[in-house]
């Protein structure tokens, strides 16, 4: 399979003292058609989501509040990513095993993704994705 890369992207925030307005535009900013929106919230301390990738949905995860770091492994590389700005959106592609964390108190964690919910889009045992993304 043709790996890609994540990455973080900032997108332009707009403000005065009425307060901001940050804009995600489809084929600007999102790489991909929005099919499915949903949001993380109220996830209490130690706790760790996610434990996944996929096999075609690529996602946008932004913090629209609070914070939360996201673990990703693509086989290659293992990185911590902070997600602590609304203006900070992490593309994330389907051969990143991820794992969202340390999630602040007031964290909303906004994922925009590609494609509807199918539970056989999900690669949910490491091992498995190790086959799959591993080469």
Not at 96 to 112: A, G, I, N, R, T
């Amino acid at each position: 399979m043709l790996a890609s890369h994540s990455k973080i992207v900032e997108i332009s925030e707009f403000g005065d003292e009425r307060g901001f307005l940050a804009v995600l535009e489809q084929n600007k900013w999102l790489p991909f058609e929005i099919n499915r929106v949903f949001y993380i919230y109220k996830t209490l301390h130690g706790v760790r989501r996610g434990f996944h990738a996929h096999y075609k949905t690529r996602q946008a995860l932004v913090c629209v509040s609070g914070s939360c770091k996201v673990y990703l492994d693509n086989t290659i590389r293992k990185t911590d990513v902070l997600l602590d700005s609304p203006t900070k959106i992490l593309i994330l592609e389907p051969n990143d095993w991820h794992e969202m964390y340390d999630f602040s108190d007031d964290c909303v964690l906004l994922v925009l993704a590609s494609h509807l919910y199918d539970s056989e889009d999900y690669i949910r045992d490491y091992n498995r994705f190790l086959e799959v993304y591993g080469g």
